[in-house]
C-alpha cells in the first residue's frame, strides 16, 4: 500500500491540539498542495481565510456552537465561495460576468471544497490533525460579517489544524457495499437498511449514546437531538437569505 | 518533500486515456480511501456510482455535453449528495427524519465532494489520472433518470478515472497570495486585479485562445463563450427545481 494510500486511511478527526503552532514553511506547503486541486475551467473561484490570532480564534470559537478545538488549535482555515475576485477582474475587462446565480454559486462551493479536502490530507500527511466545523454553512451570515466577506463571497467549509494532542480510535464507517452502486442506483430493502446499520448498531459507543440520551435507538439521536428538522430549517432559511444577500439568487 | 504532497503537487487534468482497466483491487482501495474522508456526524450521507459498462459510458459522454473522456476512460464515478439511505433507516427506527431542506442537502453535497477529492488524490498516488466533469450539476436531472435515482439523491459531481495516455504539462495557477486572506478578507484594489491576473494573461496559451475566439481578452472569454451568463441562469434553475423534485426544499 503507498503511503498516500495509507494517509487517507488512517484519517482521524482530531478534537484536541497541543499549543504548538505550525511553522509558515508548513503550513505554506500544505496551503500549495491545497490550491493544486482541480477548478472548474481553471477559475479559481475561491478564497482561504487564516485565523491564527489568539483574539479572533476565541470568537470565531463562540460562532462556531463553542466547539473548543477552534480556540484551541493554533491555525483555523475557512474556505469561501469566491467569484469577487472573478467577476473583478472581467469588470476591469470589460466583460459583464454573469455569475450572480445558484449555480454559480454551487460551482464556487466545489472549487472551495475540493481544496479544503487537499488541505487536509497534506496536513495529515505532515503529521497535523484536523477537523471539520460543520455549523459554519449555518452560521455563513455570522461568518461573512466576521470576515468582512464582500458580495459574490460565501463561506462553505472550516477546518482547524494542529498537533494532535489526543490519539482517538478509528470512526466506523458503513460496509462499502452500501454506498456503492453498479451501473445503477439499488434502492435499500428494509433487509438493506437492517445489514447496513447493524454493525453501527451493535458497537458499545452507541449503546452509551442510547442510555444517556434516554431514545430507544441511534437514529432517534440523530433526529431528536443532533441534526433536528426545526434547526435544519431555520439554517435552510439563513444560508438561503445568505445567498440571495451575497448576490446569488438572479436567475429568475 | 513527502510523497503525498508531491502527489497534490503533481496533479494534472488528464483528458486522454488508455484502454486498460482499472483492476478490481486497486479500485476498491481508491474507494475505501475515499470514504474515510470527514463526514458530518459521521452520517456519511453520499453515495458513489460506478459505470464502467461501454454502452453506458457512451451514453453518459453524450449527457456530458459528449466529453469523449468519458467514453474513453475505463471508469466514471458519480458522487451523489444521498439522504434516501440514511431517511429510510431512521423510519424503520421510528424516527422522522427531517432532512428535505436546503441544509440538508448542502450538508450531503459536502459529504460526496470530500469523498470525490479523496477518491482523486487516491486514483492519481496509484498513477490513475482523473478528470473531473463540470456538466454533472448542469445535467442533474437528466443523470438522475440516467441512474435511477430516487428522491432525496442528487449527482453533484463525476470523475473519470484511467491510466493517462498523454503528458499535459501543468495548468497555471494564480499567485498563493492572491487566494489566502490573513485574518479578514482584504479585498482587491484595480491594481491588485491587473497583478494578480498578469502572468495568466501572459502565457502563450492565453494568446492563442484570444486569436482563435476572436475577443479582445481572456476574460472575455469565460463571460462570452465558455461560462455564459444565458446558460448559468438556465441551469441554475434546472438544478432549483430538481433540489425540489428530489425533495430538498421543504424549509417554507
Given at each position: ?26 503550513l ?65 475587462r470589460?466583460?459583464?460576468p454573469?455569475?450572480?446565480n ?19 490530507v497534506?496536513?495529515?500527511s505532515?503529521?497535523?490533525?484536523i ?20 458580495k459574490?463571497v ?10 494532535p ?17 453498479n ?12 445489514s ?20 430507544d ?5 440523530f ?30
Amino acid at each position: 500500500m503507498n503511503k498516500t494510500i495509507e494517509t487517507l486511511l488512517n484519517h482521524k478527526t482530531i478534537r484536541k491540539y497541543k499549543n504548538d503552532s505550525i511553522p509558515d514553511n508548513v503550513l505554506s506547503r500544505i496551503l500549495e498542495a491545497g490550491v493544486r486541486a482541480s477548478t472548474t475551467g481553471n477559475m479559481q473561484v475561491y478564497s482561504i481565510i487564516i485565523t491564527k490570532d489568539r483574539e479572533r480564534r476565541k470568537e470565531l470559537c463562540k460562532l462556531q456552537f463553542n466547539q473548543k478545538m477552534v480556540e484551541e488549535a493554533p491555525v483555523s482555515l475557512t474556505f469561501c465561495a469566491d467569484f469577487n475576485r472573478f467577476n473583478k477582474w472581467c469588470k476591469q475587462r470589460n466583460a459583464e460576468p454573469g455569475y450572480d446565480n445558484f449555480l454559480s454559486f454551487f460551482t464556487a462551493a466545489i472549487d472551495a471544497l475540493l481544496v479544503a479536502q487537499n488541505v487536509c490530507v497534506a496536513a495529515e500527511s505532515e503529521g497535523l490533525g484536523i477537523c471539520y466545523l460543520g455549523p459554519t454553512i449555518y452560521q455563513a451570515d455570522k461568518l461573512i460579517n466576521f470576515f468582512d466577506l464582500p458580495k459574490g463571497v460565501i463561506p462553505v467549509t472550516n477546518i482547524v489544524v494542529g498537533y494532535p494532542d489526543e490519539e482517538p480510535s478509528q470512526v466506523d464507517r458503513l460496509p462499502m457495499a452500501s454506498v456503492i452502486h453498479n451501473e445503477k442506483y439499488k434502492d435499500y430493502s428494509s433487509e438493506d437498511i437492517d445489514s447496513i446499520y447493524r454493525y453501527k448498531e451493535s458497537l458499545p459507543l452507541t449503546k452509551e449514546l442510547i442510555e444517556e440520551n434516554q431514545v430507544d435507538n441511534l437514529a432517534q439521536i440523530f433526529v431528536y437531538n443532533r441534526y433536528k428538522k426545526e434547526d435544519n430549517v431555520h439554517f435552510s432559511k439563513v444560508l438561503l437569505k445568505v445567498l440571495k444577500d451575497q448576490g446569488f439568487m438572479n436567475q429568475d
